[in-house]
């Protein structure tokens, strides 16, 4: 299974930026994905997470309203909208996937992950 994201930037504080992460390498609509990211010094944590159909959506509480995870299984495909960035909110990335279609919110859960994408926002 590959992931490769795509979509990192450099912005300023109340932009928005929108990440992509193509999947191949097995059958994507079966599978939950996931977006983590972490920080310099800080440990990877739980982004967003959305079930195999799309019907289930996860968010940690740090984004819940400003960022919208969706999949397109037809391209193979997740994305994470993120609106009303904040410098806090600067962090590498990364897309991931599991052996389950359900959504969970721990890395150990997740096992294979995309190469991650850098995001700065500046205040």
């Known amino acids: 299974v590959q992931l490769q994201a795509y979509g990192g930037g450099l912005v300023q504080a109340g932009d928005s930026l929108a990440l992509s992460c193509a999947a191949s390498g097995r059958t994507f609509s079966s599978y939950t994905m996931g977006w983590f990211r972490q920080a310099p010094g800080k440990e990877r944590e739980f982004v967003a997470g959305?079930?195999?159909?799309?019907?289930?959506?996860y968010y940690a509480d740090s984004v819940k309203g400003r960022f919208t995870i969706s999949r397109d299984n037809a391209r193979n495909t997740v994305y994470l909208q993120m609106n009303s960035l904040k410098p806090e909110d600067t962090a590498v990335y990364y897309c991931a996937t599991g052996n389950t279609g359900v959504v969970y919110t721990t890395f150990n859960r997740y096992i294979y992950w995309g190469q991650g994408t850098q995001v700065t926002v500046s205040s």
């Open positions: 959305i079930n195999w159909s799309g019907g289930s959506l």
